[in-house]
């Protein structure tokens, strides 16, 4: 049968429109492509822990400790409902040397438990924790650690805490030597899972521009809470990375850190220098 001039109208119509609506509906398809499949959130990760801890070096009116505020890194793995990781505690109430030490624990409904795995972790005291987690899993809301306090064998901590963003990404800024000169570093660094210090390892590259002393160098750490302690080998000397930490004010934002370095061996053997590094 020969379709007449207003079917064949007709019948281009119905093709366009079914082309159209084909078309539309695979840019529907293609703009949620990525709905539902974002990463959950989880606790793995570094943290920091802030507490009011007891002073016994400096008393009160009644002869009660005082209490100083303190923090603490810890490195959290999560597994389902199952929590484990390392602690670096400043919790006993002011010690000369933090505790590390692992942990494991549990997390339902919102509710974070930790324990230390070993049962005695020094004459200071010991550590549990039980904290109320945001639904975001990005902060500890509220919490309390227990444990033998040397100072006063009775006190609950009251703790706080937040998920510290990885160091690894691209930085770039200026660093100026005590020497005089300044240098523009770029910085690639790799996270890693927890090696033997319970904590991610950090590897990377450093591109010096403008410095009397370095062109290239390679970066070996570990990112602990806040901190990473790391070296970076160059062809004239190795840079040591004692402190390289977010302030408490841009840790959130995880956008700039604050990078000090001394230098041993080489041509500037001796040398320091710090400056602030951005997030590219």
């Given amino acids: 049968m020969t379709l007449g001039a207003g079917s064949k109208a007709l019948r281009n119509s119905i093709m366009k429109t079914s082309c159209s609506l084909g078309i539309v509906a695979l840019l529907i398809a293609l703009s949620c492509c990525g709905c539902g499949s974002s990463t959950p959130p989880s606790l793995t990760?570094?943290?920091?822990?802030?507490?009011?801890?007891?002073?016994?070096?400096?008393?009160?009116?009644?002869?009660?400790?005082?209490?100083?505020?303190?923090?603490?890194?810890?490195?959290?793995?999560?597994?389902?409902?199952?929590?484990?990781?390392?602690?670096?505690?400043?919790?006993?109430?002011?010690?000369?040397?933090?505790?590390?030490?692992?942990?494991?624990?549990?997390?339902?409904?919102?509710?974070?438990?930790?324990?230390?795995?070993?049962?005695?972790?020094?004459?200071?005291g010991s550590f549990t924790l039980q904290a109320t987690v945001s639904s975001d899993l990005a902060t500890i809301q509220s919490g309390t650690i227990s444990g033998a306090w040397e100072c006063n064998p009775y006190a609950l901590l009251a703790v706080t805490g937040q998920q510290v963003p990885s160091v690894a990404g691209r930085w770039a800024g200026t660093l100026t030597s005590v020497s005089g000169p300044s240098a523009t570093i770029f910085a690639t660094l790799y996270e890693s899972g927890p090696d033997s210090t319970g904590f991610p390892g950090i590897a990377g590259d450093m591109i010096f521009s403008n410095s009397p002393c370095f062109s290239s160098g390679t970066v070996a750490g570990n990112q602990i809470g806040t901190f990473m302690s790391a070296i970076v080998k160059t062809t004239n000397g190795t840079l040591e990375i004692p402190q390289f930490e977010n302030s408490s004010t841009i840790q959130v934002a995880g956008d700039q850190l604050f990078v000090s370095y001394s230098v041993q061996g080489g041509t500037c053997n001796g040398d320091y220098a710090q400056g602030t590094l951005t997030r590219q």
């Fill in 45 to 124: 990760g570094n943290w920091l822990l802030t507490a009011k801890v007891p002073n016994p070096r400096v008393l009160d009116a009644n002869g009660n400790p005082t209490y100083t505020t303190a923090d603490s890194w810890a490195y959290l793995s999560q597994e389902g409902t199952s929590v484990s990781g390392t602690v670096v505690s400043n919790f006993f109430c002011a010690p000369e040397v933090p505790a590390t030490f692992s942990f494991a624990g549990q997390f339902q409904n919102n509710r974070l438990s930790i324990f230390p795995l070993s049962a005695f972790l020094n004459l200071a």
